[in-house]
T-cell receptor, first 118, second 116 residues
Framework: AQSVTQPDIHITVSEGASLELRCNYS??????LFWYVQSPGQGLQLLLK??????LVQGIKGFEAEFKRSQSSFNLRKPSVHWSDAAEYFC????????????????FGKGTKLSVKP | GAVVSQHPSWVICKSGTSVKIECRSL??????MFWYRQFPKQSLMLMAT?????????EQGVEKDKFLINHASLTLSTLTVTSAHPEDSSFYIC????????????FGPGTRLLVL
């Protein structure tokens, strides 16, 4: 069965510092991978996604993620964090075969809460 | 971008009552909508998949008679928590997938339910 692991529950970084949020997935074939951000009172916003092709994916708000098949990882990075980046970040995987059909549900990790120090 | 709304954003009700939550895709048609439940400091767990004009598909362990889902149009899905109990208190989030754009779901802001 597919699963997603986000090893870090809570990370604190200083504003302007670089950021890397870890995500490991378990899936037998090539997965669809996503990173979402959730701010208080707001819905989940898609930061970026990987389906195929270039393993380094650029997203919104200056985020990027790299798919590493050998490590079953899809870590999220940002070179310089802003105070407005403080939020909860979720990594998700969707099964390749099911995603385009009537199911296509996402399996989420437990999330990593990011705090930003001034 | 595609916007999904939920109403209400929060609700407090007495045990035994029923609560209806609406999920609307505001500027696009959604053939498929999903309902998730999120517990504090936990991940989102898929409850059911709702397809317009057909019965919802529930995940294992989710009581379909407890959580009634109706997807009557391409822009509206409703989740009704029937005879709510305190253990149903949670954060309910819906998402919608664009017709013809299977790869991306757009999420609503969520509805916080507190059952007293």
């Amino acid at each position: 069965a597919q699963s997603v692991t986000q090893p870090d529950i809570h990370i604190t970084v200083s504003e302007g510092a670089s950021l890397e949020l870890r995500c490991n997935y378990s899936y037998g074939a090539t997965p669809y991978l996503f990173w979402y951000v959730q701010s208080p009172g707001q819905g989940l916003q898609l930061l970026l996604k990987y389906f195929s092709g270039d393993t380094l994916v650029q997203g919104i708000k200056g985020f990027e993620a790299e798919f590493k098949r050998s490590q079953s990882s899809f870590n999220l990075r940002k070179p310089s964090v802003h105070w407005s980046d403080a939020a909860e970040y979720f990594c998700a995987v969707a099964a390749y075969m099911n995603y385009g059909g009537s199911q296509g549900n996402l399996i989420f990790g437990k999330g990593t809460k990011l705090s930003v120090k001034p | 971008g595609a916007v999904v709304s939920q109403h209400p954003s929060w609700v407090i009700c007495k045990s035994g009552t029923s609560v209806k939550i609406e999920c609307r895709s505001l500027d696009f048609q959604a053939t498929t909508m999903f309902w998730y439940r999120q517990f504090p400091k936990q991940s989102l767990m898929l409850m059911a998949t709702s397809n317009e004009g057909s019965k919802a598909t529930y995940e294992q362990g989710v009581e379909k008679d407890k959580f009634l889902i109706n997807h009557a149009s391409l822009t509206l899905s409703t989740l009704t928590v029937t005879s709510a109990h305190p253990e149903d208190s949670s954060f309910y989030i819906c998402s919608a997938r664009l017709a013809g754009r299977q790869e991306t779901q757009y999420f609503g802001p969520g509805t916080r339910l507190l059952v007293l």
